[in-house]
Nanobody, 127 residues
Framework: QVHLRESGGGSVQAEGSLRLSCEGS????????IAWFRQAPGKEREGVAV????????TYSDSVKNRFTISQDKAKGMWFLQMTRLNPEDTAMYYC????????????????????WGQGTQVTVSS
């Protein structure tokens, strides 16, 4: 059963921007971590942004730091990934995920602790 649904992917030229959205279903499992992962062809899935559900603690992978921003709208049950200064290395399928194990001072990209996933949205960046 799919508990999350991503949208907002597409094709963009290098240095462009995209905003991904993720909507949670009403029956989503309990969570306190909200994250975005991505998987490029031939590569392992990697975490790029994660946020504690209170919105006060977030961290990013080195590859996207200062370019991507994770945010949420708790009232709407949605979270977002604002991506700027995109480059071809950002081309991947992007997934949102929710899980447990985060705290006010601790967030993580440990995949097995994320038990709600979307089906992904494709981002393609051309040079």
């Amino acid at each position: 059963q799919v508990h999350l649904r991503e949208s907002g992917g597409g094709s963009v030229q290098a240095e462009g921007s995209l905003r991904l959205s993720c909507e949670g279903s009403a029956d989503i499992k309990p969570f306190n971590c909200i994250a975005w992962f991505r998987q490029a062809p031939g590569k392992e899935r990697e975490g790029v942004a994660v946020m504690y559900s209170d919105g006060k603690k977030a961290t990013y992978s080195d590859s996207v730091k200062n370019r991507f921003t994770i945010s949420q709208d708790k009232a709407k049950g949605m979270w977002f990934l604002q991506m700027t200064r995109l480059n071809p290395e950002d081309t991947a399928m992007y997934y949102c995920a929710a899980g447990l194990g985060c705290g006010a001072g601790y967030v993580h990209f440990t995949e097995h602790l994320y038990d709600s996933w979307g089906q992904g949205t494709q981002v393609t960046v051309s040079s």
